[in-house]
């Protein structure tokens, strides 16, 4: 599997196209990510989407640490294996540049929050499309949910406005999930689990989480 591989599932699920390729912007190295960046000063990170604006052109490019490019080039990943954390920054990855590119394609703003969110969600769904994976049963999928958000570490160097962010991410990410498996993975729902991710993605950040909170209605206690 590689990165052109991964926008593939993303768009095949989300019934979306986007006309670039993301390994086309691909950068593995961080002297060149730093100096895009501006230099010095700025937090150290496997994955990072970088975005420029110039005169309503809009720039991009992601960097992914090597490590992170060769486990998802190397054998098949599985969750549990040592390139599970790798698979996912890699998810996270295109799903930053898929969805900045797809609303920028519709000249449609966008939060940070709203972009973390939906890659939070993007990497549960791709866990779950892992070798093994398929049918699985009820417990596997909650175990994919526990592993992805209840032991979720945020980096010590982050600021405060970006702990925050992460955490608002993970924490209605978390809840959205539970939703999901509750509602579609409990009941083998592929169709209805479909629709609902397609129309989840098409809403902004307040969308999204109202959407959440109606959800919880449904949940058991």
Not at 57 to 71: C, D, G, I, K, R
Not at 81 to 107: I, K
Not at 147 to 155: N, P
Not at 158 to 178: D, G, T
Request: glycine share 8%; aromatic share 10%.
């Amino acid at each position: 599997m590689d990165l052109t591989d991964l926008q593939k599932q993303l768009e095949h699920i989300y019934e979306i196209r986007v006309d670039h390729d993301v390994a086309d912007f691909l950068i593995t190295d961080s002297e060149i990510a730093s100096n895009l960046e501006g230099g010095t000063g700025r937090r150290v990170a496997p994955e990072k989407l970088l975005l420029f604006e110039h005169q309503g052109q809009m720039n991009l490019s992601l960097y992914l640490a090597p490590e992170v490019v060769e486990h998802l080039a190397g054998e098949p990943t599985t969750m549990w294996g040592a390139s599970g954390a790798a698979f996912c920054l890699a998810v996270e990855g295109v799903s930053h540049f898929l969805y900045v590119a797809w609303r920028a394609g519709y000249d449609r703003s966008l939060t940070q929050m709203e972009l973390e969110l939906q890659a939070e969600v993007d990497k549960f769904i791709g866990l779950l499309s892992l070798p093994g994976m398929s049918n699985s049963g009820a417990d596997s999928v909650e175990q994919v949910r526990h592993w992805l958000f209840s032991r979720a570490r945020f980096a010590a160097d982050l600021s405060p406005c970006e702990q925050v962010r992460y955490w608002k991410a993970n924490y209605y990410a978390a809840i959205y999930c539970q939703q999901l498996e509750h509602r579609y993975f409990k009941s083998h729902d592929g169709a209805g689990l479909t629709r609902e991710l397609r129309r989840f993605y098409r809403l902004d950040q307040k969308g999204k989480i109202a959407m959440i909170g109606r959800g919880c209605e449904g949940l058991p206690g």
